[in-house]
């Protein structure tokens, strides 16, 4: 048993020191020095390769008859300016392998350096099969057009590499055969690097066969037999074919009804016998008229019926096409938004806590207690029930009673606080009638509450597989059955409960969410935190997932005084988007992402890849007390319009009030998640609804989007573990910057430029001056991007160049006009002012 155990503990310390050395390899300080060695040894190998065409002919003989010892000597006459060793190794590289083109093996080892040290954004396999190939050509082709060379000179042009294989291919296929063998290689290699090669030699053969043809014709006076061909034929007029195309059939695999409903119902339920006088436990009959009581856990749901998709076809014949839809990209393959981040790894698992006591768990000595209380408070009233039903959940249970024929629904909802009083509950609710079912249910808290952890949301099989586009896992059913829904579908959503009742935690549950689902590029946040410091976890990814204004302030926007600026510039954003769909005629973001993939849109007139942006708004009653009106108004924009354009509101609350929550906010958030209040009318702001104020509690929570609540378990995503995903994420590559959202000009500031002082100008004015002439775009944010200046220097540069007629007034969201048309125009206007 011992030598088991040392057996066990040295393989634990072996496995320990794997991974410490894997770790140590995996650390950015560990590449960057090993990019910093590789770069290093390619401009000391590019010296000795320089200086070997100089001093190769005087080194060769002290190289090829020198020892060890000569070599290492400091007084051995080697010339070359990299040393002996230098000497050796281009020697060696470049006669004795692969000749000139052993310079590819520089340029591989720079961009390998560049690549670790993260200074360049490249994908180092194609580097290195592209190098590798121009490698070996080029050795080959000077071997082979340079054979006589090696006879009488020192420096071998292709290499002994290159002189051998030059060789044999002559012997095999002669001389004709090696320059086929060199062309077609050629031609390959030209069309792995660009697919444009194919366009330039079917452009080359038409037009040598048209010269051909034309000569031809001018010598006999007629066109040859042999050039009759579908190329010199003369072109029948194009007639559009008729579109008598069968429809598309959408392929439905046959649903037997009640299959489903019937599966969950004998798979997972037990059915009890509860009405004896003895308070045992026995079979139920079908005949029996006693009280049944059911117990059910969680049910497997049902996968959705597979549909074929129907197949678009473009129609044969188009009479006219619009500017946007005739742009064709250069470039074949689809564009990766992905790219700029290639090597960016999602956040894994285990980054979140595990709790061992989290499955759900039947007391049925707690259930049969609940059980008779509940029958006998009903009956004390004079209501008889048939059947009780049993869901345990991971913090409530419900029971699903069936009443006896007769009994007002009304009656039983009036006794809510009797059965509570019975079952000395915290709290219950009473749904009657229960949607869709012919029974009513009785919410009642569990004694020994479980918890829903983030890891087992997170984690689970439907949220790894979701496909939905902004997925957003909040917890568990009453049924323990994960809980998701598409933020692209809700589309905003309003969050509201007491001090402490879990609202912070359920927004940390939705942004874990999106993070785990999500790439930097295809997803912003726009962070408003009053409190400064609800959100401060996140301001480590601010170049991985954060938007802010192009101001150089902290992403995180705690400061009362910028949040109408920040939702003023989103509704900027949301106007330039809405601009691009229409130019690009689509409706919504997603169709508009799509077709740019799919290089169909010319980024050349502004076209991007639009990512989604999602605001999240921790105290909104802070702000409407602050900044009222000027923060609902942009807020109520935003949420009327932004939804096409990818850009999603989550405004959070803990005063639900009418003064507060307004009737135009209410109205353009249809998606709520109300956690525990104090008061009915609270809830009722909320939710139009009582059940707010019967909560638990800790995560305990209503989620509306519809007709009917749904009551969930939010899942318990702790700070600690919100620390470890950021980190996680801000260890690897980020932007260069925040995204950066579009500079505001309040049109109401008003545009006196009185004190604007021409006499001190900025170092930068003839620059900015210059460079807004060039691109003939007056733009704050584009003179800050050029010269990397804050927002408030280049404001005042701006407002300079306008004083001085070079730009014209702010125009809102578009760049102001450019007075001056070219550069003599402004030194002109420059000489004037000095």
């Known amino acids: 048993m011992a030598k088991k155990n040392s057996t066990t503990k040295d393989t634990e310390l072996s496995l320990s020191f794997f991974g410490k050395l894997a770790a140590i390899f995996k650390s950015e300080t560990v590449h960057f020095v090993i990019g910093l060695i590789l770069v290093i040894f390619s401009v000391y190998l590019l010296l000795a390769f320089s200086s070997f065409f100089f001093t190769g002919a005087a080194d060769q003989s002290i190289i090829d008859g020198g020892n060890a010892q000569e070599l290492a000597s400091t007084n051995n006459g080697v010339k070359n300016y990299a040393g002996s060793r230098g000497a050796q190794l281009a020697s060696y590289l470049i006669n004795d392998c692969f000749g000139i083109s052993s310079f590819f093996i520089l340029v591989f080892l720079a961009v390998a350096g560049l690549k670790l040290m993260k200074v360049r954004v490249v994908r180092l396999w194609k580097w290195f099969i592209g190098c590798s190939l121009l490698l070996v050509w080029f050795s080959v082709f000077f071997g082979f057009v340079f054979v006589d060379h090696y006879k009488d000179s020192f420096l071998y042009l292709g290499g002994m590499h290159g002189y051998n294989v030059g060789n044999w291919l002559v012997s095999q296929v002669g001389v004709p055969g090696v320059w086929l063998i060199l062309l077609v290689t050629a031609i390959c290699f030209l069309i792995y690097l660009s697919a444009r090669t194919i366009i330039w030699l079917r452009k080359l053969f038409t037009l040598s066969f048209l010269k051909r043809k034309e000569k031809a014709e001018s010598?006999?006076?007629?066109?040859?037999?042999?050039?009759?061909?579908?190329?010199?034929?003369?072109?029948?007029?194009?007639?559009?074919?008729?579109?008598?195309?069968?429809?598309?059939?959408?392929?439905?695999?046959?649903?037997?009804?009640?299959?489903?409903?019937?599966?969950?119902?004998?798979?997972?339920?037990?059915?009890?016998?509860?009405?004896?006088?003895?308070?045992?436990?026995?079979?139920?009959?079908?005949?029996?008229?006693?009280?049944?009581?059911?117990?059910?856990?969680?049910?497997?749901?049902?996968?959705?019926?597979l549909r074929e998709q129907p197949v678009e076809r473009e129609p044969a014949f188009q009479i006219e096409k619009t500017e946007e839809e005739e742009y064709v990209g250069t470039e074949k393959e689809p564009y990766n938004p992905r790219l700029d981040l290639e090597s960016y790894h999602y956040p894994t698992i285990d980054l979140m806590k595990h709790y061992d006591d989290n499955g759900p768990t039947i007391d049925m000595a707690e259930q049969n207690a609940n059980k008779d209380k509940i029958i006998n408070t009903l009956r004390s009233f004079g209501i008889e029930i048939s059947t009780i039903k049993a869901t345990v959940g991971p913090t409530v249970t419900l029971y699903e009673i069936t009443p006896e024929q007769g009994v007002r629904i009304s009656k039983i909802r009036g006794l809510e606080d009797d059965i509570a009083l019975s079952l000395s509950a915290l709290?219950?609710?009473?749904?009657?009638?229960?949607?869709?079912?012919?029974?009513?249910?009785?919410?009642?808290?569990?004694?020994?509450?479980?918890?829903?952890?983030?890891?087992?949301?997170?984690?689970?099989?439907?949220?790894?597989?979701?496909?939905?586009?902004?997925?957003?896992?909040?917890?568990?059913?009453?049924?323990?059955?994960?809980?998701?829904?598409?933020?692209?579908?809700?589309?905003?959503?309003?969050?509201?409960?007491?001090?402490?009742?879990?609202?912070?935690?359920?927004?940390?549950?939705?942004?874990?969410?999106?993070?785990?689902?999500?790439?930097?590029?295809?997803?912003?946040f726009v962070l408003v935190d009053p409190k400064k410091v609800e959100f401060s976890i996140y301001s480590v990814i601010e170049h991985h997932f954060l938007a802010k204004l192009p101001d150089g302030g902290d992403a995180i926007i705690t400061d009362v005084t910028k949040v109408v600026q920040t939702l003023n510039s989103i509704c900027v954003e949301m106007d330039t988007r809405y601009d691009l769909l229409k130019a690009a005629h689509v409706r919504n973001i997603k169709e508009y992402n799509e077709k740019f993939i799919n290089r169909r849109l010319n980024p050349e007139k502004g076209h991007k890849f639009m990512p989604y942006i999602v605001v999240v708004i921790d105290e909104f009653g802070d702000l409407i007390m602050t900044a009222g009106k000027d923060v609902e108004l942009p807020i109520a924009r935003i949420a009327q319009l932004a939804r096409a354009v990818g850009i999603h509101m989550i405004i959070?609350?803990?005063?639900?009030?009418?003064?507060?929550?307004?009737?135009?906010?209410?109205?353009?958030?249809?998606?709520?998640?109300?956690?525990?209040?104090?008061?009915?009318?609270?809830?009722?702001?909320?939710?139009?609804?009582?059940?707010?104020?019967?909560?638990?509690?800790?995560?305990?929570?209503?989620?509306?989007?519809?007709?009917?609540?749904?009551?969930?378990?939010?899942?318990?995503?702790?700070?600690?573990?919100?620390?470890?995903?950021?980190?996680?994420?801000?260890?690897?590559?980020?932007?260069?910057?925040?995204?950066?959202?579009?500079?505001?000009?309040?049109?109401?500031?008003?545009?006196?430029?009185?004190?604007?002082?021409?006499?001190?100008?900025?170092?930068?004015?003839?620059?900015a001056a210059r460079l807004v002439v060039i691109h003939q775009q007056g733009s704050t944010s584009l003179i800050q991007r050029k010269f990397a200046i804050g927002y408030n220097r280049a404001g005042r540069i701006m407002d300079q160049l306008e004083k001085a007629g070079i730009v014209g007034p702010a125009q809102g969201s578009k760049a102001r006009e450019v007075f001056c048309v070219d550069e003599n125009d402004l030194e002109m206007r420059l000489n004037n002012l000095n």
């Open 219 to 305: 010598t006999l006076g007629e066109t040859p037999e042999e050039f009759k061909t579908s190329w010199g034929a003369k072109e029948k007029p194009f007639v559009p074919q008729s579109e008598n195309r069968e429809k598309e059939e959408v392929i439905v695999p046959e649903e037997k009804p009640g299959e489903e409903e019937e599966e969950k119902g004998s798979s997972n339920e037990i059915t009890l016998d509860l009405g004896g006088d003895d308070g045992r436990v026995r079979p139920a009959r079908a005949d029996d008229g006693d009280v049944t009581m059911t117990f059910e856990t969680s049910a497997v749901e049902a996968e959705p019926p």
């Open 427 to 524: 709290g219950i609710r009473i749904i009657a009638p229960i949607p869709g079912k012919g029974t009513i249910g009785i919410e009642v808290p569990n004694s020994n509450p479980k918890i829903v952890s983030g890891q087992s949301i997170i984690g689970s099989k439907k949220f790894q597989e979701s496909t939905y586009d902004l997925p957003i896992a909040l917890g568990k059913t009453i049924t323990n059955e994960v809980f998701m829904v598409d933020l692209c579908k809700m589309p905003h959503v309003l969050v509201a409960g007491a001090t402490g009742q879990g609202k912070s935690v359920g927004l940390n549950a939705i942004i874990t969410s999106l993070l785990y689902k999500k790439h930097p590029a295809e997803l912003k």
């Open 652 to 767: 959070a609350t803990q005063r639900p009030t009418t003064n507060i929550i307004t009737g135009t906010i209410k109205a353009n958030f249809p998606a709520r998640i109300a956690f525990r209040v104090s008061a009915m009318v609270d809830s009722r702001t909320i939710l139009d609804r009582p059940g707010a104020n019967q909560l638990i509690g800790r995560g305990d929570m209503l989620f509306l989007q519809g007709a009917d609540p749904v009551r969930v378990q939010c899942a318990f995503i702790d700070t600690p573990e919100v620390a470890e995903i950021t980190k996680y994420i801000a260890r690897q590559q980020g932007y260069p910057t925040a995204f950066y959202l579009p500079e505001y000009v309040d049109e109401n500031a008003g545009g006196d430029l009185g004190d604007v002082d021409m006499g001190r100008l900025d170092p930068l004015f003839e620059d």
